[in-house]
């Protein structure tokens, strides 16, 4: 079946560092590929998304290029800020916006 | 409106009582899907409603699950006989056919 594995956390990082979260995945076909985040204290949230092979979603800073031949979606940010301090999730679809298989989430630490 | 609406946001109950979880999706979104977030297990898919469908189940870790949709609106997650193990985040989801899906803040399970 489909799965997701995402770099274990927490990632702490410094003001104005580089990020990068590490995402691979396994999947039938070609799923479509999305990064959620969740705030402390808030539900998740959309952050970016790519639906095909070299497609690069960005928000916030955020990118993510899906990688096809390395089965990768990695998320990076040129320099992270203390409000991006979460958990982000590295998640799958088999067809568009349906049912989503999930990482175990990756939490990172920004600290001033 | 507002947002993917979810009650209880914690509820604490004991071994082998029956809890009932409560879903108010965004108004006018025909897909609402449950999802439950423990630690060591991330994000797992529990359960879809699309439309009149019949709803996905595949998700259910247990004939002890299940849950209803009445009107194509309000959905109720039902946990019968609940064990220490189902303790955990109850996440909800809504999202008009083929869009992306807007969460919830959740449910906090506890289990003694």
């Known amino acids: 079946g489909d799965s997701v594995t995402q770099m274990e956390g927490p990632v702490t990082l410094s003001e104005e560092a580089f990020l990068t979260i590490n995402c691979t995945y396994t999947?039938?076909?070609?799923?479509?590929l999305f990064w959620y985040v969740q705030y402390p204290g808030e539900g998740l949230q959309l952050l970016l998304k790519a639906t095909k092979a070299d497609d690069k979603g960005s928000n916030k800073g955020f990118e993510a290029t899906y990688r096809k031949e390395t089965t990768s979606f990695h998320l990076e940010k040129g320099s992270v800020q203390v409000s991006d301090s979460a958990v982000y999730f590295c998640?799958?679809?088999?067809?568009?916006?349906?049912?989503?298989?999930f990482g175990k989430g990756t939490m990172l630490l920004v600290s001033p | 409106g507002a947002g993917v609406s979810q009650s209880p946001s914690n509820k604490v109950t004991e071994k082998g009582k029956d809890v009932e979880l409560r879903c108010d999706p965004i108004?006018?979104?025909?897909?609402l899907y449950w999802y439950r977030q423990s630690l060591g297990q991330g994000l797992e898919f529990l359960i879809y409603f699309q439309g009149n469908s019949a709803p996905d189940k595949s998700g259910l870790p247990s004939d002890r699950f299940s849950a209803e949709r009445t009107g194509g609106s309000v959905s109720t997650l039902t946990i019968q006989r609940t064990q220490q193990e189902d303790s955990a985040v109850y996440l909800c989801?809504?999202?008009?056919?083929?869009?992306?899906?807007?969460f919830g803040q959740g449910t906090r399970l506890t289990v003694v």
């Open positions: 999947a039938t076909g070609y799923p479509s």
């Open positions: 989801a809504s999202s008009r056919q083929g869009l992306e899906a807007f």
């Open positions: 108004s006018g979104h025909t897909a």
């Open positions: 998640a799958l679809s088999d067809s568009g916006y349906s049912t989503l298989t």
